[in-house]
């Protein structure tokens, strides 16, 4: 079935090091695509996200990349920090019905 | 930010009973609000949207009568779940959006417990 995954279930990092979080999806008519961030015992957080319209997206050490030819959405994070450390999801938004399909998640691990 | 709140945060029950859980809106109107399940390292799985005044749209495998959900107001959501079972023991968050706005708002979620 259509669905959106991610590549790696767990990513380390070193503290200060970039970070990227790769995420597949398989539906060519999704146009927005949103990173989200959850820490244990709470609820998503709002990341950055893209419109389909568009293949970079920047935002404070975050940028989001989308490769439609690939079906392919990557989450840089700069200077990853022991506060990044948490689950990234990636999540894709079919059409109108404002549905999001979410992805498995990448734990972020970060060494101090 | 937009703001939603669930309640409560943490549940415990007995196996039988129902338990309700609120979403609420803080500070805008949500036309719209999702729930979604969530178990222990995995990925949240939406289970119905919930368009105020009218019925919730379920997901597919979701049972309705045991999942009742009802959107009366634009700031309010309720999720209750019914002859709750262990198997029921989750993590439930909401979401919402207002109008043609694509980003939903997530609540902090409610932990339930099925004993």
């Known amino acids: 079935g259509e669905s959106v995954g991610l590549h790696l279930p767990t990513l380390s990092v070193q503290e200060g090091d970039n970070s990227i979080i790769n995420c597949a999806y398989s539906n060519s008519a999704s146009d927005y695509f949103i990173w989200y961030k959850q820490e244990s015992g709470k609820g998503p957080q709002f990341i950055i996200d893209i419109r389909s319209n568009m293949d970079k997206r920047q935002g404070q050490r975050v940028t989001v990349l989308l490769n439609k030819t690939v079906k392919h959405l990557s989450l840089q994070i700069a200077a990853t920090q022991p506060g990044d450390s948490a689950v990234y999801f990636c999540a894709e938004n079919r059409g109108n019905t404002g549905k999001l399909i979410f992805g498995q998640g990448t734990t972020l691990q970060v060494k101090p | 930010g937009a703001v939603v709140s669930q309640h409560p945060s943490r549940v415990i029950c007995k196996s039988g009973t129902s338990v309700k859980i609120e979403c609420r809106s803080l500070?805008?109107?949500?036309?719209?609000m999702f729930w979604y399940r969530q178990f222990p390292k995995q990925s949240l799985m939406l289970m119905a949207t919930s368009n105020e005044g009218s019925k919730a749209t379920y997901e597919q495998g979701v049972e309705k009568d045991k999942f009742l959900i009802n959107h009366a107001s634009l700031t309010l959501s309720t999720l209750t779940v019914t002859s709750a079972h262990p198997e029921d023991s989750s993590f439930y968050i909401c979401?919402?959006?207002?109008?043609?706005?694509?980003?939903?708002?997530f609540g902090p979620g409610t932990r339930l417990t099925v004993l």
């Open positions: 500070d805008f109107q949500a036309t719209t």
């Open positions: 979401s919402a959006r207002s109008g043609g706005i694509n980003e939903q708002f």
